[in-house]
């Protein structure tokens, strides 16, 4: 009985990206499997391709034979990976295999392949090399993003250190979290897994994570500030530590900002032995404290209009707590906000407001939302092109697919317009219809960081 084989090509494709369906030659029936590397003809072109899938199902249509198989790159569990990202992130299948190949990423490790046991993912490139270091295991692999891929013999195990962090979230197709890659690895290949949140997301604690103690952290009200003549970033309470020559670190989130407070700092006198400006790369320094740290504009965060601004903000200043060793401070213009009152001791209270509030705006975890993305050279362009979509979707979604709107932060010289589906969590089904919708020059998303 014949075969045949659905093959990804790994070349230039027709728009849709398919999968294209090739008949197994009996001489090679003994040889071929899934994520085998093969020879085929492609139009007047031999190229090479990865088997997707092999059935005994004949097509209703002529197909070509392989000519030979190359060799093979892809474990069956690497395949079933495959397989499901392109079912949960919506990529193609050259995608979710291609994002497996190679030394891509940062790891760090004094063990031959063979003899590790342990993959331990850290969310930055600039934490492997010092988490190396302080792992006195020498089973144990440390890695970023992609290492959740590496090709481990006698894996045992899978920690992931701080699943919550976005850094392991991809930001190439097929937009991945590799957080996600761990438990569905760990899954098919029977390991152990280990996550360690140091703040759960909203999504986590629905299912279950446990709420931690966390450091209360103080609150500077900015409007006391300008009553008393102030109308700068830097607040009686930071001018005292800075006069004290307390050893302090500045945050400010917003790039734009930051040059505008290191000059009132300036103005002041502030010694830069004792006082130091960072924004959100202060999180990758591994090491990095100091007595005091002051968040300067904790409102750029307060009012983003994303969902996720809330959590963000005290995921923030979670963090920052972690680097003071005696106090944080939040300064901000609306004090009487809940999250600053859930911040100062009541973080519970917080994920019971936040959990409300998205399910009756019907956000994740009630929710998973996918971003569609569109450039073009003219704004004309990319209106009639998200329109079109726009409507295709609200025929088969309704309300549950928003209108086209223009992105935050729009990129230089580009017309970008981006939409937003909200399907059922786990709607493999919904899933599947977007993907048949949406035309391969779009950007697919599926759980993005922000919406914006």
């Known amino acids: 009985m014949s075969s045949f084989a659905e093959i990804a090509v790994d070349t230039y494709q027709d728009p849709a990206k398919r999968l294209f369906t090739y008949r197994v030659p009996e001489k090679l029936a003994e ?10 003809p492609f139009g007047k072109r031999t190229v090479e ?19 030979a198989v190359k060799s093979q790159p892809f474990s069956k569990n690497q395949v079933e990976i495959a397989k499901w990202m392109a079912g949960r992130y919506l990529g ?12 891509k990423g940062a790891k760090s490790t004094t063990a031959p392949p063979e003899n590790i046991h342990t993959l331990l993912l850290v969310p930055t490139t600039a934490q492997v090399k010092i988490q190396a270091l302080a792992e006195k295991q020498k089973d144990v692999l440390v890695g970023s993003r992609s290492a959740v891929f590496a090709q481990l013999p006698n894996l045992k195990r899978i920690i992931v250190e701080e699943p919550e962090n976005w850094n ?22 029977n390991l152990a897994i280990e996550l360690r949140y140091q703040l759960p997301r909203a999504e986590d604690v629905k299912s279950g994570v446990e709420i931690p103690l966390l450091k209360p952290v103080k ?8 009553l008393s003549g102030n109308f700068t970033f830097v607040s009686q309470p930071l001018e005292s530590h800075i006069t004290a020559h307390n050893n302090t670190i500045v945050y400010v989130n917003s790039r734009e900002l930051r040059e505008g407070v290191a000059e009132e700092l300036r103005k002041i006198g502030a010694d830069r032995n004792t006082v130091e400006i960072f924004g959100p790369e202060v999180f990758s320094m591994v090491g990095k404290g100091a007595d005091y740290v002051f968040w300067a504009d904790a409102d750029t965060l307060l009012n983003l209009p994303d969902f996720r601004a809330h959590e963000k903000l005290v995921w923030t200043a979670v963090k920052l707590s972690r680097i003071a060793q005696k106090a944080v401070y939040l300064q901000t213009s609306f004090p009487q906000t809940p999250v600053f009152e ?12 936040e959990l409300k509030n998205r399910r009756e705006l019907g956000y994740p975890p009630f929710t998973t939302p996918i971003r569609l993305s569109y450039s073009a050279k003219s704004s004309a362009k990319a209106s009639l092109g998200a329109e079109k979509l726009f409507s295709t979707l609200y025929s088969l979604f309704s309300d549950q697919v928003s209108p086209p709107y223009e992105p935050y932060s729009p990129a230089p010289g580009k017309h970008q317009l981006n939409m937003v589906v909200r399907t059922k969590p786990g709607d493999l089904d919904a899933l599947a219809k977007i993907a048949k919708a949406v035309p391969p020059d779009w950007k697919t998303e599926v759980d993005p960081e922000s919406l914006l």
């Not at 590799?178 to 098919?188: G, H, N, Q, S």
């Open 219 to 226: 609150i500077v009200d900015l409007n006391r500030e300008k």
């Open 49 to 67: 391709g990865f088997i997707w899938s092999i059935s005994n199902r004949r097509p209703p249509f002529p197909t070509k034979e392989i000519q």
């Open 168 to 189: 392991y979230k991809d930001e190439r197709a097929p937009y991945y979290h590799a957080a996600e890659v761990a438990k569905k690895r760990a899954e098919l290949e």
């Open 31 to 40: 040889t071929v499997s899934e994520g085998a590397k093969v020879i085929i």
């Open 342 to 353: 859930e911040l100062r001791g009541d973080i519970k209270r917080f994920y019971e407001r």
């Open 92 to 103: 193609t299948p050259l995608e979710c295999l291609r994002c497996q190949i190679g030394e």
